[in-house]
Nanobody, 115 residues
Framework: QVQLVQSGGGLVQPGGSLRLSCAAP????????MAWYRQAPGLQRELVAA???????TYGDSMKGRITISRDNGENTVYLQMNRLKPEDTATYYC?????????WGQGTWVTVSS
C-alpha cells in the first residue's frame, strides 16, 4: 500500500503559524500534482491548495493569502506553510498525490487553533 507520510500538525494559538509536510514515494510524486485538503468535524473535505509537478500553485478561497504551498522535488516532499491561523482553521489536514496512477492520500494531520 502506498504511503504518504504527513507531519507538522498540532496545537497553535490564533495568529500563529504551522508548516505541514508530506513525503511521498518518488513514483507518485515526481509527475503528480500534490495537494492539501482539510476536513473539519461535520463538514465536507475541502481543497486548501495544490501544486503541479512544474510548480504552479492554486489556492482555495478559505485560506488564500495566509498559506503557501511548495514542493521539494529532491526530497519528494510537499509543504504547506500556514500563517495567521484562525480557530476556524481547526481541522484534519490531508495530503493528496494525484496523477495517472490514481489518487493517494496521506493519513491526516490534526491542526487545532485555540488559545
Amino acid at each position: 500500500q502506498v504511503q504518504l507520510v504527513q507531519s507538522g500538525g498540532g496545537l497553535v494559538q490564533p495568529g500563529g503559524s504551522l508548516r505541514l509536510s508530506c513525503a511521498a514515494p518518488g513514483y507518485i510524486f515526481n509527475d503528480n500534482t500534490m495537494a492539501w485538503y482539510r476536513q473539519a468535524p461535520g463538514l465536507q473535505r475541502e481543497l486548501v491548495a495544490a501544486i503541479t509537478s512544474d510548480g504552479t500553485a492554486t489556492y482555495g478561497d478559505s485560506m488564500k493569502g495566509r498559506i503557501t504551498i511548495s514542493r521539494d522535488n529532491g526530497e519528494n516532499t510537499v509543504y504547506l506553510q500556514m500563517n495567521r491561523l484562525k480557530p476556524e482553521d481547526t481541522a484534519t489536514y490531508y495530503c493528496l498525490s494525484t496523477g495517472w496512477r490514481g489518487n493517494f492520500w496521506g493519513q491526516g494531520t490534526w491542526v487545532t487553533v485555540s488559545s
